[in-house]
T-cell receptor
């Protein structure tokens, strides 16, 4: 069965600090997809990134970067020079190809509450 | 704005009652998903529909049911409500049933059972 673990329940930083959110996953599938979503105080879930299991290239988008390491089953998310607007709950999620039958259901981690203080 | 709409935004009802939550997917998306977010369970997948057919089922109670209509909007029906059903219910949509697609989430319906 698939599982996503975000061990950090809450992180508190001061503005301009770098912060890394950890995500570890478990799956028996060889083909799977990893996602990060952001849930700001307003409540909606905002898609941030998708990563395929066969693509271990790291990705950078502005102040955001993602480090995918298949060897350790981790997909960590780093925010550089954090800002108050980054305060939100961040979720890591996994979707399996399920042995060839593709279902879109996402398995989410418990989320990490990030608070950025001015 | 994700393009996914959900109504109502808030719903307050009593135990034992039945409610219907409605979702309209993004234009062109054929797949609709329902998720429940609660403090104790986190974000849990309930059910997926693709082009009117049930595609996958998760931790959905027997008291809950869903359907997707020909115009692709979806409804989640919750009956014999209990206090523990109080949660934020999200609908999401994607272009296909593939696990590759990112899902775009609606603003959610906050259900309070008193």
């Amino acid at each position: 069965a698939q599982k996503v673990t975000q061990a950090q329940t809450e992180i508190s930083v001061v503005e301009k600090e770098d912060v890394t959110l950890d995500c570890v996953y478990e799956t028996r599938d060889t083909t799977y997809y990893l996602f990060w979503y952001k849930q700001p105080p307003s409540g909606e879930l905002v898609f941030l990134i998708r990563r395929n299991s066969f693509d271990e290239q790291n990705e950078i988008s502005g102040r955001y970067s993602w480090n995918f390491q298949k060897s350790t089953s981790s997909f960590n998310f780093t925010i550089t020079a954090s800002q108050v607007v980054d305060s939100a709950v961040y979720f890591c999620a996994l979707s399996e190809a399920d042995g060839g039958t593709s279902y879109g259901k996402l398995t989410f981690g418990q989320g990490t509450i990030l608070t950025v203080h001015p | 704005d994700s393009g996914v709409t959900q109504t109502p935004k808030h719903l307050i009802t009593a135990t034992g009652q039945r409610v219907t939550l409605r979702c309209s997917p993004r234009s062109g998306d054929l797949s609709v998903y329902w998720y429940q977010q609660s403090l104790d369970q986190g974000l849990q997948f309930l059910i997926q529909y693709y082009n009117g057919e049930e595609r996958a089922k998760g931790n959905i109670l027997e008291r809950f049911s869903a359907q997707q209509f020909p115009d692709l909007h979806s409804e989640l029906n919750l009956s014999s409500l209990e206090l523990g059903d109080s949660a934020l219910y999200f609908c999401a949509s994607s272009p296909s049933a593939s696990s590759y697609n990112e899902q775009f989430f609606g603003p959610g319906t906050r259900l309070t059972v008193l």
